[in-house]
Structure formats: structure tokens, C-alpha cells
């Protein structure tokens, strides 16, 4: 008779073994990749995806979904992020939505041809540009806002016709668990997909061939994605980042300036986004005033011990805490901290964090924080904000806050930036006719209302002309007579062409 301990220990092998074999079955590599690209290509071939009907009804399928699952879709980033219910539904929620009602308003004027003008030289004619959809496309999203930078992307992609795959960040799984529930229940599979995963999923996504990939995410992965992509000469719009700073000149409303900061910087996911305020320059004078404001007003907001706060989203996960943690603890850093500075590794939580004048050449000032952390460089003069900028790479946004006009104009024009934003922060998000994309480091390429609709459309000229008004004046061999005509007409010379019809010479 068999010992039962190692009977049951052979059927736990037994069922561990047909797991793991289960699980690399279902794994998804390069071949079920193809696989899935081959699928949506056909699919997206019967032009299912362009009828007006089909775009409107899956865009209010996910308007649907977000009415009827608010509450799952809260708790599930609750769990990634500890984000505060409150900040989900403004700054995800809400947003999506806006989104969806936007597009179901519009798309019937933005999927309406163009009419375009015409010149002499192909008169008579008419022309039009019309946006189809550039077919099988790819959206990546990150985990800062995971509800929102998965859908938006793909609503517009939706929006313009095309088929799509979106592949959720591994780094906040609840969300993109639901994601993949939700989207497999509520819109058509057959073109509208969800691929879970981590490296090895994303890598095998990005060896297909894809009609346009839009990522969001760091630059160093940016890189990578633009170098699949080129393989196959597949055009990109990168999401990335970059250090956002925010310029507080003294002519300001000290206690509006600081809750707009505040807001832009804490409220914002914690510091975790990527138009978030990465620094603040303003004058050594004028310094102390505004770290006495933010002291104040960050302990209205969020109590004296504002790691109690439930206002305030985690870290997301123990690699970021670590390496939010090793820039306060750089040399010529850590005494520099003016406000907050406290740390909780088991709940991943860092409070607000004011620094005064780190080094320029420290961790801190180098990369994109994207966290708690707020270091304030001081100048002399305000102008001198504008070199501080202009020494680093381009931020996706930059904040200005002064009632001077003429400082305003000078730093639009000096200060090259994804967007400008004056008097406040993070809101240019909200406004559906303004483009949102970086320059330069902080990406390329733009989307948000219409301008996701575009950033998945071509842009098709079309000439339309008769078998009417056909001149032999175009054709061989050109006589001195008809190089006149033809020379007056592309110069675009009326005087000069009317001469010609009738035989006359200017010389």
C-alpha cells in the first residue's frame, strides 16, 4: 500500500505540473501575437470598423461601462494605488466619460470629408481630404492613471475606425484585470482587444507590424518602442514625461498660487504623474514666503501627520519607494529637506517633500521625479528661471504664475514645451480643444479630443476632375508659344498667361 503523504504529494506534482503546463499553453508569445494581428487585420478588412454605426455604438458601449461599473473601477485602482475614491472619479473617471460625450457629439463632423481649395493648374476641378482609419493599431498604457491613459487613446482610436489592441500596465494589475473584463463583456472582440502581461508580452505585441502604436510611459522605454516600430516603419506617438517645472514670480495671489501648486504636485496622484509640478523655481527673496505657504496649506489639506491622510495616493509599488527614497538620501540632498521628509516602507508611503537648493547636478535634479518630492531652486531674477529650463530637455508641461503680461509673452516665447499653462496647473488636461503631447524627450506626437481622432486617421487628398478642359498646351512637343502659357500659368500670372492665349509678348 502506497504511504499517503507521498501519494499526495504525487498529485500535487501531478496538478502543479499540468498548471504550469496549462500556463505556458496559454502563454502569450510572438505566435499568438501574429495569431491575434492576423485576426483583427481580416476583420478589420470587412470594414466592420468604419461604419459610423459601429464606431458610435462601441464608443457608447464603454460610455455604458463606465456608468454601470464606476464602483468596481474605483476599488480596483484603490487597490493599485491606495488613490483616493474622490481623485479616481475626477481625474479618471470623469475625464473617460467626457471623452466618450465629446466623441458621440462630434463624430459625425469629424468623419465628414474636408473641402480643400483648388489652383489654376487643374482647373476645372474640386477636392476634398477625408480621414480613414490607418487599420490595426496598438495602444500601450501605463499604471499612474490606469483607467484613463488605457481609454482615452483608445476611444479616439475607436473613433477614427480602426481596430485596436490595448495592452494595460502589469505594474497596476487589479485595473487591468477589469480592463480586460470589462472591455472582453462590454464592446466587440472581434476588433477591440486587451493582452495582459509584462515584458515578454509587450516584446512579442511589438515584433507585429502595426498601422500606428501609441505609448505612454517612461523615455527609456519610449526608446525601445520606437526602435521596434522603425523595423516596420510603424509611426509612433510617445506619451513620455519629463521634469515639469513651475515658475512663481512674486506679482501673484501667494495663497491661490500655492493651492494650484499643491494641487498640480499631491493631488495628483501623489506626485506620480507626468504633468505633475517636478520643481518650482522662484526668487531667493521671494522664497521663504512660499515655502511658509505651502507648509500651511499642505497641513490644511492633508493634517500634521500626513501619512494618516486618506487624501493621498501610495507609492505604487516597493521599487519606486526605493527609488524615491535613494534621491532624499543622496549626499548635499537630505539636508536640504524644509518640509516633510517622513517615510513608511511597508505602506509604500512618502509625505509631501520640500526641498530648498539642491545641487543641480544631484539625482533629484537630473531625472523626472515622480513622486512626493518638491525641490524649490531659487535665482536672483525671475528672467533667470528661463536659462534654468532651458538647461534640461523639454518638459511635457510648464507652469508660470505671475500677473506681469509682458513676462507672460516672454516665456511663451522662449520656453519650448508639450503645454503652457499660466496661473495654475495640470487643468490644460481638461480642455478638449487643446492638443496634450511632449517635445522633444517628452515625447512626440498628440491626442485628446479631436486630436485623437486625427492622431488615428490619414489625412486622404482627393482631386476630382473631368475628361472636360483638356489642353493640348500640356502635352509634347512644347513650341515657345506653349512654354509661355505653361510658365505664366505655374507663376501664377494672369497678366502674363492672358498675354499668351492671345499671342501677344511682353518683350
Known sequence: MRNPSVRAFQDFSCSATMAAEEKQMQRFDVEKAASLM????NNYNSRKTKSYEWRMSQIQSIANMIEEKEEEIIEAIHKDLSKPPF????????MTKSSCKLALKELKYWTKPEKAKTSLTTYPSSAEIISEPLGVVLVISTWNYPFLLSLDPVIGAIAA???VVL???EIAPA???LLAKLLEDYVDNSAVRVVEGAVAETSALLEQKWDKILYTGSPRVGRIVMAAAAKHLTPVILELGGKSPAVVDSTINLQVTTRRIIAGKWMANNGQACIGVDYI???????PKLIDSLRNELKEFFGKNPMESKDLSRIVNPFHFARLASLLDEDKVSDKIVYGGQRDEKQLKIAPTILLDVPDDSTIMK?????PLLPIVTVEKIEDSFDVIKSKPKPLAAYFFSDDEQMKKEFVQNISAGGIVFNDTIVHTTVSSLPFGGVGESGMG????KFSFDAFSHKKAVLYRSFNGDSTTRYPPYTAEKQKLLRALFNGNIFGLLLALIGWSRD
Open 161 to 163: 475606425g480602426n481596430a
Open 87 to 94: 481623485e479616481t472619479f475626477i481625474s479618471e473617471i470623469s
Open 446 to 449: 498628440s491626442y485628446h479630443g
Open 38 to 41: 492576423k485576426e483583427l487585420r
Open 281 to 287: 523655481i522662484t526668487t531667493k527673496d521671494f522664497a
Open 167 to 169: 495592452k494595460p500596465s
Open 175 to 177: 485595473t487591468s484585470s
Open 367 to 371: 531625472e523626472e521625479i515622480f513622486g
